[in-house]
């Protein structure tokens, strides 16, 4: 099995690049939040082991909630149309929001998000994100925490899947494009 998964592709992060910098940007946001009421929200699933390796390197009393969003189809493209499939359970109002990201494409996604959650009323909102591909991009958006940036590749692992597959590596990869039918 072990030997199946090392032949997906090169490894672009590692486990451990992974970790060192939750613990480097877990330490920025505990200073940056210092007094504030925070709510850590991941979108599913893609952040979902980025989301738990950061929040354990913030040291504040926050509360984690989750926001499920999807644009529309399925392929390796993004469409430019947003909705939100599993709302948050929590009120943000007067609350300070930071949404955990897998990977920032164009942009689509986080744009409506952010939107949608400015409405709410919330004290701020920002955006931490393992992975940014800022080529890609056709909404203007930057993140205000990053891991990585990455080119133009189709990335898998980490919570990153390709047709809900690859979700589990425990590094970061990419497919080659003989590998994607879109
Ligand atoms: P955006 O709305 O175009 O920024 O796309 C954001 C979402 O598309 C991400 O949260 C991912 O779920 C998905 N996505 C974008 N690029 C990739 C990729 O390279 N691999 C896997 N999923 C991706
Ligand atoms: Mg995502």
Request: hydrophobic share 35%.
């Amino acid at each position: 099995m072990a030997e199946e998964r090392s032949t997906l592709g090169k490894v672009l992060f590692t486990e451990q690049d992974i970790l060192d910098k939750a613990k480097e940007l877990g330490a920025q946001i505990t200073e940056d939040y210092q007094d504030s009421d925070l709510i850590v929200v991941g979108t599913l699933k893609g952040a979902v082991m980025w989301m738990s390796d950061l929040v354990k390197n913030i040291d504040l009393d926050l509360k984690m909630d989750f926001v499920s969003a999807s644009s529309y189809g399925s392929g390796t493209t993004t469409s430019g149309l947003v909705k939100i499939t599993k709302d948050l359970s929590m009120d943000i109002y007067q609350k300070d929001v930071l949404i955990v990201e897998d990977i920032i494409d164009t942009g689509t996604t986080l744009h409506y998000l952010t939107k949608k959650f400015a409405e709410r009323g919330p004290k701020s909102v920002k955006i931490c994100t393992m992975l940014d591909k800022p080529s890609r991009r056709r909404v203007p958006l930057t993140p205000d925490y990053k891991a990585f940036t990455v080119e133009d590749l189709f990335i898998i692992g980490y919570g990153l899947d390709y047709d809900q597959k690859y979700r589990n590596l425990p590094y970061i990869s990419y497919l080659e494009p003989g590998d994607i039918q879109e």
